[in-house]
């Protein structure tokens, strides 16, 4: 008797936990529920404080995959802002390097010009050579001059239809007539393949070596009858001397800079070569 008593009891308690807990989580308000609270009441609050956190953490954990997914959202929606501003900045750069080199050609009238890109370099050189959109059939030829607004970056060495190879001014195959603004002394900058790494040059047999200076600024000469004269070139970085004082070099670093060069002016007046 004591052990059906006993199990009676264990059974009406299961019960009770059980309709407890479902009422607990599926919640509502009706005359039975209201009933079941009133009778049992000391046992339900006892099962809610053990219950509801456990709802809340389901409840939490349906919701996980909602939070996952806005947040992908969000993330998305940062990257497209930064992208859509990178490409307002680019955009921005390059209005601003057009705006630069019309002004450079209208600056020069007198020179037939016309302009054109940077489309590769060549992979071992250093940025010793360039290649460019236009060709021949835009009116460019073998020894037409290559500027930017910043100053002389080259001359075009070979050319097809539709595009053109420039030799820059690091290229050790390529020499320009030099003066320094400052004092009128002429020299000669050529390419050097210790400096053009650094995508430096080398200014040699200067008219008088015991005038130049560190910060010496170098104009195109015009000597010589291909490059035109008082195109900037580049200053003077370094003075290199033999041990008797008189200078061996001057390390020259070119005003353009060849590791971001987009757009150029080309002056055209070279013999039309096609390869």
């Not at 200053?235 to 971001?260: C, R």
Request: charged share 25%; hydrophobic share 40%; net charge negative.
């Amino acid at each position: 008797m004591k052990l059906i008593k006993s199990r009676f009891l264990k059974l009406t308690l299961i019960v009770v936990f059980v309709l407890a807990v479902i009422l607990a989580v599926i919640g509502g308000n009706n005359p039975l529920q209201r009933a079941i609270y009133t009778v049992f009441s000391p046992v339900n609050s006892y099962v809610s404080r053990v219950v509801i956190p456990v709802r809340e953490f389901f409840v939490h954990m349906s919701r996980a995959n909602e939070y996952e997914k806005k947040i992908e959202q969000l993330e998305s929606e940062i990257t497209t802002l930064k992208v859509t501003n990178k490409t307002r900045e680019d955009y921005i750069e390059e209005n601003k390097r057009l705006k630069e080199l019309l002004d450079l050609k209208e600056g020069k009238p007198e020179l037939d010009t016309i302009s054109a890109r940077v489309v590769s370099y060549e992979p071992d050189s250093w940025y010793d050579t360039v290649m460019l959109d236009k060709g021949t059939n835009a009116g460019i030829g073998v020894n037409d001059i290559v500027i930017t607004p910043l100053g002389l970056a080259g001359k075009v060495i070979s050319v097809g239809n539709n595009w053109a190879k420039v030799s820059t001014i690091i290229d050790v195959a390529n020499s320009v007539g030099v003066k320094l603004s400052r004092t009128g002394d002429i020299g000669v900058v050529s390419g050097d393949a210790s400096l053009s790494v650094d995508r430096f040059c080398k200014l040699e047999y200067l008219s008088n070596d015991k005038n130049l200076i560190k910060g010496d600024i170098l104009l195109s000469s015009g000597l010589g009858g291909l490059y035109p004269s008082d195109l900037p070139v580049g200053k003077v970085t370094e003075i290199i001397s033999d041990s008797a004082g008189n200078l061996e070099y001057g390390i020259i670093e070119p005003f353009v800079d060849f590791s971001a060069l987009y757009e150029v002016l080309v002056i055209r007046y070279g013999e039309e070569i096609e390869e």
